[in-house]
């Protein structure tokens, strides 16, 4: 064990007086790494500035939108995890019918976004990692 670490020792100095930089590699990964990891805000900025077409909202929360208000007066208060237990007990419990109007609205907003989708790479301006269209999130004015 010794041996080896004075070969290793000797070897670094060598390494260092012929101008080698010690921590270079690890030094490399961790700026590599900084700047893909950008923020989430800066990936939102990205997408937003890539012109791809933001996902379409579902069903559920196009009733949640529509009765938001509802939600709030009824538990009293707008934060979001209260809002949201309650709409989805609600939602859970409509029959088809009801829920029929909001998914037919969701199916037609789908169908638009792939339309815009298929356009957005098309045009070249797909290459985006294959995990982006996954998020809800992107631009807010079309």
Same mark, same amino acid.
Do not use: C
């Given at each position: 064990?010794?041996? =080896? !670490?004075?070969?290793?020792?000797?070897?670094?100095?060598?390494?260092?007086?012929?101008?080698?930089?010690?921590?270079?590699?690890?030094?490399?990964?961790? @700026?590599?790494?900084?700047?893909? !990891? %950008? !923020?989430?805000?800066? $990936?939102? /900025?990205?997408?937003?500035?890539?012109?791809?077409?933001?996902?379409?909202? !579902?069903?559920?929360? =196009?009733? =949640?939108?529509?009765?938001? +208000?509802?939600? @709030?007066?009824?538990?009293?208060?707008?934060?979001?995890?209260?809002?949201? $237990? =309650?709409? %989805?007990?609600?939602? $859970?419990?409509?029959?088809?019918?009801?829920?029929?109007?909001? +998914?037919?609205?969701?199916?037609?907003?789908?169908?638009?976004?792939?339309?815009?989708? /298929?356009?957005? $790479?098309?045009?070249?301006? %797909?290459? +985006?990692?294959?995990? @982006?269209? +996954?998020?809800?999130?992107?631009?807010?004015?079309?």
């Amino acid at each position: 064990g010794k041996d =080896l !670490s004075k070969l290793y020792a000797q070897k670094m100095a060598d390494f260092v007086a012929a101008g080698g930089v010690t921590g270079k590699r690890h030094a490399e990964k961790a @700026e590599a790494k900084q700047a893909n !990891s %950008g !923020s989430k805000k800066a $990936k939102k /900025e990205a997408r937003a500035a890539s012109g791809q077409p933001k996902r379409p909202p !579902s069903g559920y929360f =196009l009733y =949640l939108t529509e009765n938001r +208000e509802a939600f @709030e007066k009824k538990a009293g208060s707008k934060s979001p995890p209260v809002i949201s $237990k =309650l709409s %989805g007990k609600a939602w $859970k419990a409509m029959s088809d019918a009801q829920k029929k109007p909001f +998914e037919d609205k969701a199916a037609k907003a789908k169908a638009e976004y792939q339309k815009a989708m /298929e356009e957005w $790479k098309k045009n070249g301006d %797909g290459q +985006e990692e294959g995990d @982006e269209e +996954e998020e809800d999130e992107g631009e807010e004015d079309q």
